[in-house]
């Protein structure tokens, strides 16, 4: 049988339209955090309940506010849930106007929208405003609005579980679809390697120099030879790997000019694998070709590059079971707003991947994002306001 959600849908999209239009580039989020702060107080959340953390502190990069934590108490007996999403969006999305086009909500086509994750925030704050306004009981419930996640989910590694009030289950809103359930992804590693070569006259001497630039191209070449560029499928494991900077000295291009040899290379990339062990394993994969590019150029006197490989795990994977007790609630939400649910695995990471790393099991759901990171994103409303729907369902079923 269908639940009945008294979802009020025109506020969910003022809402929605209201956090759009204001900027909030990952590192920048005390806008939108005390926007989100002022709407939910708004709809009945005292202030006192409402409160930041001190991740931002601990954060390597400047950083604006801390995660934005807002704790409601129970009105029936159960464990306390959690419901998560993020504040910031990609610099594409900077100077967004949203407007309305038939059942979707777009941009002029020179930015990017926000829906991730707009469509996170307007969601939650309709949640509470929905519980809120009719009574609904529900258990304890904390919501989670995490900074800095589109630059390397930095507000979910820094959170400290104790902020979670014992939280049992969560329910990430970061996604398409209403009745899709991603219920694991990949962890990552990053790498990073400075090649210093030695300047020479390109003209001239060219043998007197230590081309950076050669020992860089060498090793790549000899990590797709290797297998382990792209799609990487070995009998150990699989992943994925890219590289995506290749560069010089503090942003600059890499080189100084045509008739020089170039002296200094800055090379970043990361790993992918459902296993961190596989991560790091596509990562040695690399080191072990920087190493055998730089025994490979020297200049007339046998001397070779200096070559620092670095390497650090970005974010752990994980996996839910399907019969675990929060994903077994997710299907029952989906089910009781009259839709099917369907699982699925993530190449991307998420806050899900740290939520349940602090002991936090973590389903992330969807609220009708739609190419996101493109200056073509939109948001499908029947699609959100589905999600709002699920949203209500998922607080207010019975254990």
């Not at 304890?140 to 996640?149: A, Q, Y």
């Not at 014992?166 to 390697?193: H, Y």
Request: net charge negative.
């Amino acid at each position: 049988m269908t639940m009945n959600i008294p979802l009020d849908a025109a506020a969910a999209e003022k809402h929605l339209m209201k956090f759009l239009a204001i900027d909030g580039v990952t590192g920048q989020e005390a806008a939108i955090a005390k926007s989100v702060s002022e709407e939910l107080q708004a709809v009945g959340v005292p202030a006192s309940a409402i409160r930041f953390d001190d991740a931002h502190t601990r954060i390597p990069l400047p950083t604006e506010t801390g995660n934005l934590i807002v704790e409601l108490p129970g009105t029936k007996p159960g464990p306390r849930i959690l419901f998560a999403t993020h504040l910031d969006t990609v610099p594409l999305c900077a100077g967004a106007k949203p407007k309305r086009e038939g059942d979707h909500i777009v941009t002029d086509g020179s930015t990017a929208l926000g829906g991730d994750n707009r469509t996170g925030c307007a969601l939650l704050v309709s949640l509470v405003e929905t519980l809120l306004k009719h009574k609904l009981p529900h258990p304890p419930i904390t919501l989670l609005f995490t900074v800095r996640e589109e630059s390397g989910l930095h507000g979910a590694r820094e959170l400290k579980p104790s902020e979670l009030g014992g939280a049992v289950m969560c329910f990430n809103v970061d996604g398409k679809l209403a009745s899709e359930l991603i219920i694991g992804a990949v962890g990552q590693e990053n790498w990073d390697v400075e090649i210093k070569g030695k300047a020479s006259h390109a003209g001239v001497a060219p043998e007197k120099g230590i081309s950076a630039t050669l020992v860089g191209a060498i090793a790549l070449t000899e990590a797709q030879r290797a297998g382990w560029f792209g799609k990487v499928v070995k009998p150990e494991g699989r992943g994925t790997s890219n590289v995506g900077i290749f560069g010089g000295k503090e942003g600059q291009p890499a080189g100084d000019a045509t008739n020089v040899v170039t002296d200094y290379v800055h090379i970043k990339g990361e790993a992918r694998s459902p296993e961190s062990a596989f991560a790091t394993a596509i990562t040695a994969g690399y080191r072990a070709a920087f190493e055998k590019a730089q025994n490979e150029v020297k200049d007339a006197a046998g001397a070779a590059a200096e070559v620092k490989f670095s390497n650090t795990p970005a974010y752990p994977p994980f996996t839910l079971a399907e019969d675990s007790p929060v994903v077994e609630r997710a299907k029952r939400g989906i089910e009781a707003i009259g839709l099917k649910p369907t699982t699925l695995f993530s190449n991307g990471g998420l806050d899900a991947n740290w939520l349940d790393k602090h002991g936090v099991p973590t389903v992330t759901i969807g609220a009708g994002q739609y190419e996101i990171h493109t200056v073509k994103e939109y948001v499908d409303v029947p699609e959100f306001l589905r999600g709002c729907r699920l949203s209500v369902a998922l607080a207010t079923l019975d254990p």
